[in-house]
Protein backbone atom coordinates (compact mmCIF):
# COMPACT_ATOMS: atom_id res chain seq x y z
CA UNK A 1 0.00 0.00 0.00
CA UNK A 2 1.20 3.53 -1.09
CA UNK A 3 -0.87 5.33 1.60
CA UNK A 4 -1.51 8.92 1.18
CA UNK A 5 0.56 10.04 -1.87
CA UNK A 6 0.75 13.55 -3.04
CA UNK A 7 2.09 15.45 -6.35
CA UNK A 8 3.60 17.11 -7.21
CA UNK A 9 6.56 17.62 -3.94
CA UNK A 10 7.56 21.31 -5.49
CA UNK A 11 6.21 23.71 -7.30
CA UNK A 12 7.14 27.39 -7.89
CA UNK A 13 4.61 29.46 -9.35
CA UNK A 14 4.09 33.33 -10.03
CA UNK A 15 1.20 35.75 -8.58
CA UNK A 16 -1.90 35.22 -10.14
CA UNK A 17 -0.93 31.82 -11.92
CA UNK A 18 -3.64 28.67 -11.16
CA UNK A 19 -2.49 24.80 -10.10
CA UNK A 20 -3.89 22.30 -8.50
CA UNK A 21 -2.53 19.95 -5.79
CA UNK A 22 -3.68 15.99 -6.07
CA UNK A 23 -3.90 13.59 -3.00
CA UNK A 24 -4.48 9.92 -3.83
CA UNK A 25 -5.31 7.30 -0.50
CA UNK A 26 -5.50 3.32 -1.44
CA UNK A 27 -6.68 3.14 2.42
CA UNK A 28 -10.39 3.33 1.30
CA UNK A 29 -10.84 5.91 3.57
CA UNK A 30 -13.73 8.10 3.64
CA UNK A 31 -12.38 11.64 5.23
CA UNK A 32 -9.61 13.30 3.83
CA UNK A 33 -8.34 16.70 4.66
CA UNK A 34 -6.07 19.38 3.46
CA UNK A 35 -3.90 21.43 5.53
CA UNK A 36 -1.21 23.98 5.20
CA UNK A 37 1.99 24.34 7.24
CA UNK A 38 3.63 27.49 8.05
CA UNK A 39 6.67 28.44 10.18
CA UNK A 40 5.56 29.15 13.69
CA UNK A 41 2.08 28.19 12.92
CA UNK A 42 1.28 24.30 13.02
CA UNK A 43 -1.35 22.84 11.12
CA UNK A 44 -4.03 24.47 9.53
CA UNK A 45 -7.30 22.53 7.86
CA UNK A 46 -7.87 24.26 5.05
CA UNK A 47 -10.57 22.04 3.48
CA UNK A 48 -11.95 18.96 4.58
CA UNK A 49 -14.58 15.92 2.60
CA UNK A 50 -16.31 13.45 5.07
CA UNK A 51 -17.09 11.32 1.58
CA UNK A 52 -16.68 11.42 -2.35
CA UNK A 53 -18.78 14.46 -3.76
CA UNK A 54 -18.77 16.01 -0.34
CA UNK A 55 -16.40 19.10 0.16
CA UNK A 56 -16.48 21.62 3.41
CA UNK A 57 -14.91 24.60 4.30
CA UNK A 58 -12.05 24.44 7.17
CA UNK A 59 -10.38 27.36 9.56
CA UNK A 60 -8.31 29.15 6.52
CA UNK A 61 -10.45 28.09 3.53
CA UNK A 62 -10.36 31.61 1.34
CA UNK A 63 -8.11 31.69 -1.88
CA UNK A 64 -8.89 27.60 -2.04
CA UNK A 65 -10.88 25.37 -3.71
CA UNK A 66 -11.48 21.72 -3.76
CA UNK A 67 -13.10 18.41 -4.69
CA UNK A 68 -13.53 15.20 -4.02
CA UNK A 69 -15.01 13.05 -7.65
CA UNK A 70 -13.57 10.02 -6.26
CA UNK A 71 -13.26 8.11 -3.08
CA UNK A 72 -9.71 7.81 -3.42
CA UNK A 73 -9.06 11.81 -4.41
CA UNK A 74 -8.90 14.71 -2.87
CA UNK A 75 -7.94 18.10 -5.31
CA UNK A 76 -6.95 21.37 -3.93
CA UNK A 77 -6.76 24.45 -6.47
CA UNK A 78 -5.58 27.48 -6.07
CA UNK A 79 -7.67 29.95 -8.89
CA UNK A 80 -4.95 32.93 -8.55
CA UNK A 81 -1.63 32.09 -6.53
CA UNK A 82 -0.86 35.07 -4.29
CA UNK A 83 2.62 35.07 -2.24
CA UNK A 84 0.69 34.45 1.10
CA UNK A 85 -0.03 31.27 0.02
CA UNK A 86 3.73 30.19 -0.03
CA UNK A 87 3.51 26.97 2.30
CA UNK A 88 3.66 23.33 2.89
CA UNK A 89 0.33 21.58 2.10
CA UNK A 90 -0.35 18.37 3.81
CA UNK A 91 -3.25 16.48 2.52
CA UNK A 92 -4.59 13.54 5.36
CA UNK A 93 -7.07 10.90 5.30
CA UNK A 94 -8.75 8.86 8.12
CA UNK A 95 -11.15 6.30 7.98
CA UNK A 96 -13.60 7.67 10.79
CA UNK A 97 -14.38 11.24 11.54
CA UNK A 98 -11.79 13.77 11.94
CA UNK A 99 -11.33 13.34 15.73
CA UNK A 100 -9.74 10.07 15.09
CA UNK A 101 -6.35 8.91 13.56
CA UNK A 102 -5.43 10.48 10.37
CA UNK A 103 -2.89 9.48 7.97
CA UNK A 104 -0.67 12.15 5.94
CA UNK A 105 1.34 12.37 2.77
CA UNK A 106 4.29 13.61 2.55
CA UNK A 107 3.62 17.70 1.72
CA UNK A 108 4.01 19.59 -1.48
CA UNK A 109 5.96 22.67 -0.90
CA UNK A 110 4.79 25.76 -2.92
CA UNK A 111 6.65 29.02 -3.38
CA UNK A 112 4.91 31.63 -4.86
CA UNK A 113 6.74 34.51 -6.68
CA UNK B 1 -10.02 28.22 16.91
CA UNK B 2 -9.34 25.60 19.56
CA UNK B 3 -5.76 24.88 19.28
CA UNK B 4 -3.59 22.91 21.67
CA UNK B 5 -0.43 24.21 22.66
CA UNK B 6 3.08 22.31 23.36
CA UNK B 7 5.19 23.52 25.47
CA UNK B 8 8.26 23.92 25.63
CA UNK B 9 8.88 24.70 21.50
CA UNK B 10 12.06 23.55 21.62
CA UNK B 11 13.73 20.95 23.69
CA UNK B 12 18.00 19.84 23.43
CA UNK B 13 18.71 16.44 25.46
CA UNK B 14 21.66 14.00 25.38
CA UNK B 15 21.46 10.38 23.93
CA UNK B 16 19.73 8.31 26.77
CA UNK B 17 18.14 11.29 28.72
CA UNK B 18 14.03 11.36 28.84
CA UNK B 19 12.34 14.18 27.16
CA UNK B 20 9.34 15.49 28.49
CA UNK B 21 6.89 18.13 26.17
CA UNK B 22 3.64 19.16 27.24
CA UNK B 23 0.25 20.45 25.99
CA UNK B 24 -2.77 21.96 27.12
CA UNK B 25 -6.17 22.46 25.17
CA UNK B 26 -9.32 25.03 25.44
CA UNK B 27 -12.55 23.11 25.25
CA UNK B 28 -13.28 19.86 25.71
CA UNK B 29 -12.30 16.59 23.83
CA UNK B 30 -13.20 13.16 22.86
CA UNK B 31 -9.30 12.40 22.50
CA UNK B 32 -5.80 14.01 21.92
CA UNK B 33 -3.49 12.86 19.76
CA UNK B 34 0.74 13.04 19.40
CA UNK B 35 1.88 12.72 16.00
CA UNK B 36 6.06 13.63 15.20
CA UNK B 37 7.29 15.07 12.11
CA UNK B 38 10.75 14.54 10.54
CA UNK B 39 12.22 17.64 8.94
CA UNK B 40 10.80 17.42 5.77
CA UNK B 41 8.31 14.50 6.12
CA UNK B 42 4.51 14.38 6.51
CA UNK B 43 2.95 14.09 10.18
CA UNK B 44 3.47 10.33 11.36
CA UNK B 45 0.48 9.42 13.66
CA UNK B 46 2.15 8.42 17.28
CA UNK B 47 -0.73 7.91 19.79
CA UNK B 48 -3.96 8.39 20.71
CA UNK B 49 -5.85 8.89 24.42
CA UNK B 50 -9.53 8.74 24.43
CA UNK B 51 -10.68 11.10 27.49
CA UNK B 52 -11.66 8.64 29.63
CA UNK B 53 -8.25 7.71 29.90
CA UNK B 54 -5.31 8.84 31.76
CA UNK B 55 -1.91 7.22 31.15
CA UNK B 56 -1.39 5.36 27.81
CA UNK B 57 1.86 3.47 26.69
CA UNK B 58 3.33 2.75 23.07
CA UNK B 59 7.32 1.25 23.01
CA UNK B 60 9.71 4.35 24.88
CA UNK B 61 6.08 6.85 24.67
CA UNK B 62 4.17 7.30 27.73
CA UNK B 63 0.76 9.93 27.62
CA UNK B 64 -0.87 11.36 30.07
CA UNK B 65 -3.96 13.04 30.16
CA UNK B 66 -5.62 15.36 32.75
CA UNK B 67 -8.88 16.71 31.54
CA UNK B 68 -9.59 18.75 34.56
CA UNK B 69 -6.16 20.68 33.53
CA UNK B 70 -6.82 20.38 30.03
CA UNK B 71 -3.17 19.34 29.58
CA UNK B 72 -1.12 16.15 28.07
CA UNK B 73 2.05 15.23 28.40
CA UNK B 74 4.22 13.10 26.27
CA UNK B 75 7.42 11.37 27.57
CA UNK B 76 9.91 9.77 25.28
CA UNK B 77 12.12 7.57 27.39
CA UNK B 78 15.59 6.73 26.66
CA UNK B 79 16.10 9.08 23.81
CA UNK B 80 17.75 8.52 20.48
CA UNK B 81 19.36 10.52 17.77
CA UNK B 82 16.53 9.02 15.65
CA UNK B 83 14.09 10.93 18.29
CA UNK B 84 15.33 13.98 16.70
CA UNK B 85 11.89 15.45 15.23
CA UNK B 86 8.99 18.11 15.69
CA UNK B 87 6.44 16.92 17.99
CA UNK B 88 2.70 18.06 17.67
CA UNK B 89 -0.64 17.72 19.91
CA UNK B 90 -3.99 17.61 17.89
CA UNK B 91 -7.46 17.95 19.52
CA UNK B 92 -10.62 17.19 18.01
CA UNK B 93 -13.96 19.03 18.90
CA UNK B 94 -15.98 16.99 21.02
CA UNK B 95 -19.05 18.67 19.79
CA UNK B 96 -18.06 19.14 16.08
CA UNK B 97 -15.55 15.97 15.66
CA UNK B 98 -14.89 16.39 11.98
CA UNK B 99 -11.25 17.63 12.05
CA UNK B 100 -7.97 17.55 14.45
CA UNK B 101 -6.67 21.20 15.63
CA UNK B 102 -2.74 21.08 15.87
CA UNK B 103 -0.67 23.07 18.44
CA UNK B 104 2.27 24.56 17.01
CA UNK B 105 4.65 21.58 17.81
CA UNK B 106 7.74 20.90 20.22
CA UNK B 107 11.02 20.70 18.40
CA UNK B 108 13.49 18.34 20.35
CA UNK B 109 16.70 17.85 19.74
CA UNK B 110 18.78 14.71 20.59
CA UNK B 111 22.51 15.05 20.27
CA UNK B 112 24.79 11.76 20.68
Known amino acids: NAGVTQTPKFRVLKTGQSMTLLCAQD?????MYWYRQDPGMGLRLIHY???????AKGEVPDGYNVSRLKKQNFLLGLESAAPSQTSVYFC????????????FGPGTRLLVL | SQQGEEDPQALSIQEGENATMNCSYK?????LQWYRQNSGRGLVHLIL?????REKHSGRLRVTLDTSKKSSSLLITASRAADTASYFC????????????FGKGTTLSVSS
Open chain 1, 92 to 103: ASSYVAGGETQY
Open chain 1, 27 to 31: MNHEY
Open chain 1, 49 to 55: SVGEGTT
Open chain 2, 27 to 31: TSINN
Open chain 2, 49 to 53: IRSNE
Open chain 2, 90 to 101: ATDESQAGTALI
